[in-house]
């Protein structure tokens, strides 16, 4: 930890329990509030570096399945923003089992759906849709974060940002076409459901430049995912014509989700039933930081 983050901590009172995550721009800490008895994650980024549509897009969206921000500073060059803390990812989850079970593929991949669901009916592009950046939290809920790259569309034209990472990116952007940034998380989704189902990529390479030209050139090998189901819901995201691409909406309501959905609202203790691996981790900001009632209270404490 360089001397300035060691100073920020200090300076708001929290204790240092670890480095949880580190990149070029920053590095996420895990810190612990005593007047809160509570564990955040702080996260730090060079102020030349920092998008300022990361703070706006999260401020607008006040939702179960989206991470929340509690507070952010200027301090000395850095950003610094106080986050909710889960100890977990999807990515850990399907690295841990080499792909997911039914049961949870089905489970997760709903929560990946209504996370977006959530920004896109705020007008928010993600841009950055990926396993490591779906979070899980104590109650086994998916919880998007990481709005470093994500911006607000409020109109119809077509966007000219070419951003993300391979093979997360689809065509138009590594064509570097105007596109539909909404479109163009659908193919994230796409990819982050062939990687939950296989525990692999949906194409292979041993460099950036070889999976574009795969990408671009060959269809993903939808029979290794083996509920033919879920594999045509693949299919549908991770169609090369955006035109092809279902909406948010349209994936929510295919059959395949909707069962799970009814499972989850109508029996709980069915819902429980559903996973039976269930991976015990703790996010203690969800639990007695209700989003309404007390996050204005506690961002004014900061």
């Not at 889960?86 to 997760?108: D, F, H």
């Not at 050139?217 to 939808?222: G, I, M, T, V, W």
Request: hydrophobic content about 40%.
């Amino acid at each position: 930890m360089n001397a300035r983050d060691e100073e920020y901590i200090k300076m708001k009172n929290f204790q240092y329990r670890d480095t949880i995550g580190a990149g070029a721009c920053g590095v996420v800490y895990l810190v612990y509030d005593p007047q809160y008895k509570t564990e955040f994650a702080l996260k730090t980024v060079v102020e030349s570096k920092f998008n300022q549509n990361e703070v706006d897009c999260m401020k607008q969206v006040d939702d179960p399945n989206v991470i929340r921000l509690y507070h952010y500073d200027y301090y000395k060059g850095c950003v610094y923003m106080v986050m909710e803390y889960c100890a977990t990812s999807l990515e850990k989850a399907v690295i841990k089992k080499n792909g997911l079970p039914y049961n949870l593929l089905r489970k997760y991949s709903i929560g990946v759906l209504k996370a977006v669901r959530a920004c896109h009916n705020a007008k928010i592009a993600h841009k950055d849709i990926k396993p490591v950046n779906f979070l899980i939290d104590f109650y086994d809920r998916i919880r998007v974060c990481d709005f470093g790259l994500s911006s607000i569309h409020s109109g119809n034209e077509p966007d000219q940002v070419f951003v993300g990472f391979v093979p997360f990116m689809p065509p138009e952007i590594l064509l570097r076409k105007p596109h539909d940034a909404f479109e163009a998380d659908i193919w994230a989704i796409g990819v982050t459901f062939f990687i939950m189902a296989t525990g692999r990529l949906p194409w292979s390479g041993d460099n950036r430049s070889t999976i574009c030209q795969n990408l671009l050139n060959f269809e993903p090998r939808l029979d290794l995912i083996e509920d033919k189901v879920y594999a045509d819901v693949v299919r549908l995201c991770l169609s090369k014509n955006p035109d092809n691409r279902p909406t948010i909406h349209d994936l929510l309501s295919l059959s395949i989700f909707k069962e799970v959905q009814t499972i989850i609202q109508k029996h709980p203790r069915r819902a429980q039933l559903l996973n039976s691996s269930r991976i015990g981790y703790f996010s203690q900001a969800s639990l007695i930081i209700p989003p309404k009632q007390k996050r204005a209270k506690l961002v004014q404490s900061f």
